[in-house]
């Protein structure tokens, strides 16, 4: 991943990535492949992936990352490892927010996709959630795709 | 003797009074002519007591005195009326009946025999059955009187209209006790009263009249509710125990504040504007008494606003307007009402407001001794007086910058002053705010001379017009380098209102880009001096949203500074912990989401980051 530039690798670079990898040949190329996206699979790999692609994908000299490229990189990278939120998570930014994504934003949305289960039962308001975080959750609630949980009776425990 | 005397008279008393009494039983269907015969009854007994009293004086003074289990005559021919009135229970409780029927009339609005109240219950007061026989009917009755008229009056009024027959009703319920009731029965009168008109429908007045009267600025009303409100709880004390008192008193307050506050800014600003209408010259007929009065009714509501800094920024821009355009109507008021904020607020509030008034008066002594000056002697033309008032920043509303051309001659005198100035001052900075200038004209129209009192952007428009008779509005825009929409106003208001010292062509209330503008040469005027720069005063939509928007661009700062502030001391801490010392240290209202925007904007700067391990907690970045 040393490619100056996101997805146009100089032949030089990508000659030079291949040797690093140790690949030679077309065979250990492939093999190469799916034990990467294996690695994909791997939590910390993975959050190691993420964060770092923040930094990678935002132009430079720019703190925040554009809208749509943040879009482009949340549907790529949540593809491989499933968050179920994912397009709602960009049809909220889309209708809603229409800014540049900061780095805080960013990665604690990787938090939220991996704590908070997709029926939001363990999201604290009042937690240290991102303001943008905040609104999405309203915007689940607003719009009925997550009903809010006020509190169940188990009737069948009732004396 | 004395004994079978008294015995006696006792007899020939007591034959005589109950005859009397059984004599009013099955008369007159009629009440209130029953209730005369009672009182004629009563006022008989009285005198003839009396006069045997007189009569056997003697009697009273030696038998009676030696006797202590007899009775004085007076109290004995009580005691008899007394009792034979309750053998005769009837003649009570129609007479009773008849009390409140009467009371009930008066309330609908008839016309009563009130002497007749008054000597009656006054019987029932002599006789010692007042409370039993007569207060606790009528406690009942008001009770049921109040409690459907309340409702029906909740359903047909709107709440100010309502509030004020409130007031009415209570205030007739205290004259009922100056008039006949006796004075014991004031107290839970009134509470009866408050309780069935107010107590229970206090939810309702609040939900529908409450805002409406925020939004139509009705501090008078707003005032009158909270009053009345204040006391019903304060004379339900009789009934409650302290404690259930005090928590409702603090529920008023409570729901008070809350509804006050409901409303963010409006009521700060609403306060500011009434008070700015009463510190205005121009109030006429209000005594110096009326406008304290007036002032501290306003601080009643005042203490129930959050962020004062929004009152304080409009009071500020409105005081300031006040003081340079010589528009206060009394210094003296203006400074009581600083006063009684700095009582409120302390002195950090009023600080600046104080710092006003004092660069007001030092401007009065540099004027003086600009005038003496050898710049203003030598260097300004004979004729033209100037006066400046050097501002303090800091102490005064920030002013936008507006861009000006000034004529030359207007940049000279600018010159002169601050020459002078800076000779008596060394190492200040002087900054023109031509916005807030104002000049009088000489002017010379064909139908008579005119002293014109402009402002000093009307000035510039005004003296273009020696060059030329005729400009177009793109002419004028040009050479005066007045920013549109302002100079639109200032066109406006010498071409298109009362006083049109300039005629616009085409015709019509508004500026357009393609109108022009001549000298108007048959201008007349009753007076000799005249007014045009009202506009001055008024303010603009934008003004009052650039004030609110100051102030919360202020309020950021001030979040920012505290987050910084608390995480350099604690270095690390929780999400929960930071909040709640913010909301601990900041003054005025704030969401926490904004809290959690400036947080992250401050992470966003480096100023602090989250915790690697644990998102949830902030580490200071030195």
Same mark, same amino acid.
């Given at each position: 991943m040393k490619a100056s530039t996101m997805c146009e690798y100089s032949k030089q670079e990508f000659f030079t990535g291949l040797q690093v990898l140790g690949i030679d040949s077309l065979e250990k190329f492939r093999e190469r492949i799916s034990f990467m996206r294996s690695e994909l699979k791997d939590e910390q790999k993975f959050g190691e992936i993420y964060n770092f692609a923040f930094g990678w994908a935002k132009e430079k000299g720019q703190k925040s990352l554009a809208l749509d490229t943040a879009i482009g990189m949340w549907q790529l990278l949540f593809a491989e490892k499933q968050w179920p939120l994912v397009d709602h998570w960009c049809q909220f930014l889309q209708a809603r927010h229409n800014k540049a994504i900061s780095k805080d934003t960013w990665s604690q949305l990787l938090e939220f996709a991996r704590t908070i289960d997709p029926s939001l039962s363990?999201?604290?308001?009042?937690?240290?959630?991102p303001y943008l975080i905040d609104e999405f959750v309203e915007y689940l609630n607003e719009n009925g795709i997550?009903?809010?949980?006020q509190s169940t009776t188990d009737w069948s425990q009732k004396r | 003797m004395g004994g079978s005397l008294y015995q006696r008279i006792e007899k020939e008393c007591e034959e005589h009074i109950s005859a009397a009494l059984r004599s009013l039983v099955g008369q007159s269907p009629d009440l209130v002519v029953f209730l005369s015969l009672v009182e004629k009854c009563w006022q008989d007994l009285c005198d003839q007591m009396l006069m045997i009293r007189g009569i056997a004086l003697f009697l009273d003074r030696t038998y009676v005195k030696q006797n202590s289990n007899v009775r004085s005559l007076w109290d004995m021919g009580l005691q008899l009326f007394r009792k034979h009135l309750s053998l005769a229970p009837e003649v009570e409780h129609k007479t009773v009946t008849g009390l409140l029927r009467m009371i009930e009339s008066e309330r609908l609005g008839e016309a009563v025999d009130r002497t007749l109240l008054n000597h009656l219950l006054k019987m029932f007061t002599a006789l010692g059955i007042y409370s039993e026989s007569f207060e606790k009917p009528f406690l009942e009755c008001t009770s049921e009187f109040y409690a459907a008229e309340g409702m029906k009056y909740m359903q047909q009024s709107d709440v100010p209209d309502y509030l004020k027959h409130v007031e009415m009703r209570l205030h007739e319920e205290n004259e009922r006790c100056f008039l006949y009731l006796d004075a014991i029965t004031r107290k839970p009168l009134i509470a009866t009263a408050e309780r069935q008109l107010l107590e229970s429908h206090i939810p309702a007045i609040l939900d529908k009249g409450f805002m409406t009267l925020m939004d139509g600025h009705r501090i008078e009303d707003l005032q009158r509710m909270y009053s009345l409100f204040s006391r019903a709880s304060l004379d339900s004390v009789l009934e409650e125990s302290f404690s259930k008192n005090e928590a409702f008193c603090n529920t008023i307050k409570d729901s008070f504040e809350h509804l006050i506050n409901l409303r963010q800014n409006r009521p700060a600003e609403l306060i500011a504007k009434f008070l700015d209408e009463k510190l %205005?010259?121009?109030?006429?007929?209000?005594?110096e008494e009326e406008l304290e009065g007036t002032l501290d009714k306003v601080l009643v509501l005042f203490r129930f606003i959050q962020g004062k800094d929004v009152f304080e920024a409009f009071y500020k821009k409105d005081l300031a307007k006040r003081l340079l355009l010589g528009k206060s109507a009394s210094i003296d008021a203006e400074k009581s009402m600083i006063s009684k904020l700095k009582t409120e607020c302390g002195s950090q509030f009023t600080n600046k407001l104080e710092g006003m008034f004092k660069d007001i008066e030092l401007s009065k002594e540099i004027n003086e001794s600009f005038k003496q000056s050898s710049q203003a002697r030598m260097k300004l033309p004979s004729g033209i007086e100037m006066s400046v008032h050097v501002l303090t920043t800091g102490y005064w509303p920030t002013y936008p910058p507006m861009d000006v051309r000034l004529p030359h001659e207007l940049n000279v005198y600018q010159d002169i002053f601050k020459e002078f100035y800076l000779s008596k001052y060394s190492g200040r900075r002087l900054m023109w705010q031509n916005s807030l200038g104002h000049c009088v004209l000489k002017a010379d129209f064909p139908k008579g001379k005119k002293e014109l009192a402009v402002s000093l952007f009307q000035t510039v428009v005004l003296m273009l017009f020696n060059d030329a008779q005729k400009l177009s509005f793109l002419d004028i825009k040009d050479s005066t380098g007045i920013e549109d929409k302002e100079l639109r106003r200032t066109l406006q208001s010498l071409a298109?209102?009362?006083? %049109?010292v300039l005629q616009k062509f085409?015709?019509? %209330?508004d500026v357009e880009d393609d109108d022009s503008f001549i000298f108007n040469e048959g201008f007349t005027a009753p007076l000799y001096r005249i007014k045009v720069n009202a506009i001055q005063m008024k303010e603009t939509v934008e003004e009052n949203t650039s004030t609110t928007e100051r102030v919360f661009q202020d309020r950021q700062y001030q979040v920012d500074a505290a987050i910084v502030r608390i995480m350099k001391t604690r270095k690390v801490l929780s999400h929960t912990l930071l909040i709640t010392e913010l909301f601990q240290q900041l003054k005025f209202p704030i969401k926490p989401a904004d809290l959690k925007k400036r947080i992250e904007s401050l992470i966003d700067r480096e100023y602090l980051e989250r915790d690697k391990n644990n998102p949830q907690i902030y580490n200071y970045l030195a």
């Open positions: 363990n999201y604290d308001a009042e937690g240290a959630w997550i009903l809010s949980s | %205005r010259a121009g109030n006429k007929g209000i005594s298109c209102g009362k006083v %049109r085409p015709k019509g %209330r």
